[in-house]
C-alpha cells in the first residue's frame, strides 16, 4: 500500500515495557524537594484525607516546614549521576534494554518527579508500541504505591484517541524468582560481612494500619515475603515498617524501635535490609544506613550492616527479565 505524500511517519510496531517507581526531587535542595512533596502529598491514594481538610495543612505547614530536613536528608545519599532511585531504575531499564528482543523498548519513569510517566508513555507511544506492559516495582501490593502508578498512566491513556493494548506487573511478593533473589543477594552481603548478626531485620514501608482494616493487602504480602524468605534461609526474620508519619495508628512493630529494643536485649550484632524496595533510596540509605545504625549504637549495638537492595545486581536483573518475559508471553515469543 502507498501512502499520500503527506501522510505522517508510521513506526514500526513495538511493545513497550515501562518500568515505575516511586519518584525523587530533581536535585537534593528545598526548593525541588517541596515541589515533589507537593505532588506526592497530594496524592489522595497516598494520604487518605479529604483534601478539602488536608491541602491547608499540607501548603500551610508541611511545605513550609519539612522539605529543608528532607533536603538535608537527599544530599546525604545523593549520587553524580542523580537520586539513588531514579539513577538506579534507570540502570534496571539499561540492563533489559536487549532483554526481550529487538521489537520491546524498556523505559521508566517515576510516578512522582522525572522523568514523568506521562512523558513516557507520549515517547513510547511515538516509537511505535502498540502494546505496554506497565511495571510497577513493588513486590507488595498496595494502594499507594502500586495502584497509583496504574492510575497515573490509566488517567494519561485515557485522554487518548488510539489506546494501545496494555498490561500491568501483579504484585510478586510470593514468586519463587523473587524469593530466591533475595536469598542468594541476602547471602552474599551476609558472607562478606566481618561479624556474625544475632539478628536480621526485614524492614519494609510502613502503611497506617487503617489501610490493612479497609481490605489493602500489603501488611499480608509482606509478613508473607518474609516468611518464605526465612523458610527458604533456614533461619528467623525479624519484621519491623518504617517511615511512619503523622500521629495516626501505623503498621508494627516500628523499624527504630525495633532496633533499640533488639540493642537493649543483647543483641548487639545486627543486619537489616529492606525486601520491599526494588531499589536503594532515601528511605534505606539514610533512614536505615543512617539513622537506623545511629539509633542502634545509641541503645548499645556494637555491629551494624545495611544489606544493599536487589538494585541492578545481576541476581536483581535477571529476576526482573524473567517475572516481565512471563508477563509478555503472548505478545513475545517465549526464548
Not at 531514579?86 to 519513569?109: E, S
Not at 523499624?255 to 537489616?272: F, N, P, R, Y
Amino acid at each position: 500500500m502507498t501512502l499520500p505524500p503527506d501522510h505522517p511517519p508510521i513506526p514500526a510496531p513495538k511493545i513497550g515495557v515501562l518500568l515505575m517507581n516511586l519518584g525523587t526531587p530533581d536535585g537534593p535542595d528545598a526548593k525541588s524537594v517541596k515541589r515533589y512533596l507537593g505532588e506526592f502529598l497530594s496524592d489522595s491514594r497516598v494520604v487518605e484525607i479529604p483534601q478539602i481538610a488536608w491541602q491547608p495543612i499540607l501548603r500551610g505547614i508541611i511545605l513550609n516546614t519539612r522539605p529543608k530536613k528532607s533536603a538535608h536528608a537527599y544530599a546525604q545519599v545523593w549520587r553524580d549521576d542523580g537520586s539513588p532511585l531514579a539513577a538506579i531504575t534507570r540502570l534496571q531499564a539499561a540492563a533489559l534494554k536487549d532483554a526481550f528482543g529487538p521489537t520491546v523498548l524498556v523505559d521508566w519513569a517515576m510516578r512522582y518527579g522525572n522523568p514523568s510517566i506521562s512523558d513516557r508513555l507520549v515517547a513510547m507511544k511515538a516509537a511505535g508500541c502498540e502494546r505496554i506492559l506497565l511495571a510497577p516495582l513493588y513486590p507488595q501490593y498496595c494502594a499507594a504505591t502500586t495502584a497509583t502508578a496504574n492510575d497515573k498512566a490509566f488517567k494519561h491513556l485515557a485522554g487518548l484517541r488510539w489506546q494501545p493494548a496494555i498490561r500491568t506487573l501483579p504484585p510478586y511478593y510470593d514468586d519463587a524468582l523473587y524469593i530466591d533473589a533475595l536469598k542468594d543477594s541476602l547471602e552474599e552481603g551476609l558472607a562478606a560481612l566481618d561479624f556474625t548478626p544475632d539478628a536480621i531485620v526485614a524492614s519494609f514501608h510502613g502503611m497506617p494500619k487503617r489501610t490493612l482494616q479497609q481490605g489493602d493487602p500489603y501488611h499480608c504480602h509482606c509478613q508473607k515475603t518474609a516468611r518464605l524468605l526465612g523458610e527458604r534461609m533456614g533461619r528467623d526474620l525479624t519484621i519491623a515498617f518504617q517511615s511512619r508519619f503523622g500521629p495516626q495508628k501505623w503498621l508494627g512493630p516500628a523499624t527504630d524501635e525495633t532496633l533499640v529494643a533488639l540493642a537493649k536485649a543483647g543483641k548487639t550484632k545486627i543486619a537489616i535490609f529492606a525486601p520491599g524496595f526494588s531499589a536503594d533510596c532515601l528511605e534505606t540509605l539514610e533512614e536505615l544506613s543512617i539513622r537506623g545504625r545511629e539509633s542502634f549504637e545509641e541503645a548499645g549495638g556494637t555491629h551494624f550492616a545495611y544489606l544493599p537492595c536487589l538494585n541492578d545486581s545481576p541476581v536483581g536483573v535477571e529476576m526482573l527479565r524473567s517475572i516481565l518475559a512471563r508477563e509478555l508471553e503472548g505478545w513475545v515469543r517465549a526464548g
